[in-house]
């Protein structure tokens, strides 16, 4: 494995950058939030692992050059940005068509943490901007003694498990707190409308700031 991988100075530099990035709170820190607040400690794990799948998706469209796709046709890249910002804002409207006193939609099929799995995967793959991320970010962590191709996979595999670690402890703690705020009386019912108002935020942000760089 270690032919596979760069230098210890550079995968460590890697790793700790990766660490930051992860930690830092973003549009997926929140979704995973909003999921444990609303739904509870397993749904935001759902949540997670539906996003570690989408990133690994994002990973392996970088390494393969998909990203040459978005430069070369802008078509492509809005048509995959406002799909993701559609979607969410699809979710936000959900929930404010739930009935009083749920804070997501009743989900018409006898499995809800797939739908949340399904969720966090859709809303994840369907980001332009996280595979763009992934090819501006990656190379610098890429040694000239192997494979570029393999390095980028593995190196991004990494990042989606550190991810992965650090949006299971916000889940953690979301799903701690939420018993407590569900007993305030009213904070249920605000809650339903926090939940519509972040994901249509996220939806509408992926929008106006896909023609930005970065993350």
Not at 29 to 33: A, G, P, Q, S
């Given at each position: 494995m270690n032919e596979?991988?760069?230098?210890?100075?550079l995968l460590s530099a890697f790793l700790l950058t990766s660490l930051v990035l992860a930690l830092a709170p973003g549009p997926a820190?929140?979704?995973?939030?909003t999921r444990s607040l609303a739904q509870g400690r397993r749904f935001g794990l759902a949540s997670v692992a539906g996003l570690a799948l989408g990133n690994l998706g994002n990973v392996l469209a970088a390494s393969i050059g998909l990203v040459a796709l978005f430069a070369v046709s802008s078509l492509?890249?809005?048509v995959v940005k406002y799909a993701g910002a559609l979607y969410l804002?699809?979710?936000g409207v959900q929930v404010l068509r739930a009935p009083p006193g749920e804070a997501l939609p009743a989900v018409p099929t006898p499995t809800p943490v797939g739908r949340v799995f399904r969720d966090g995967f859709v809303v994840a793959l369907l980001n332009p901007k996280t595979t763009i991320f992934f090819v501006a970010f990656l190379p610098q962590f890429v040694s000239t003694e192997a494979s570029p191709m393999v390095q980028s996979i593995l190196l991004g595999t990494l990042y989606a498990a550190i991810?992965?670690?650090t949006g299971s402890i916000y889940a953690f703690a979301a799903g701690?707190?939420?018993p407590m705020i569900g007993r305030a009386r009213g904070v249920r019912a605000l809650g339903r409308y926090f939940t519509a108002g972040a994901f249509i935020g996220l939806g509408v942000f992926a929008a106006v700031a896909g023609s930005r760089s970065g993350k």
């Open positions: 596979f991988l760069p230098p210890w100075p820190v929140v979704y995973i939030v492509a890249f809005t804002v699809y979710l991810a992965a670690v701690a707190i939420a």
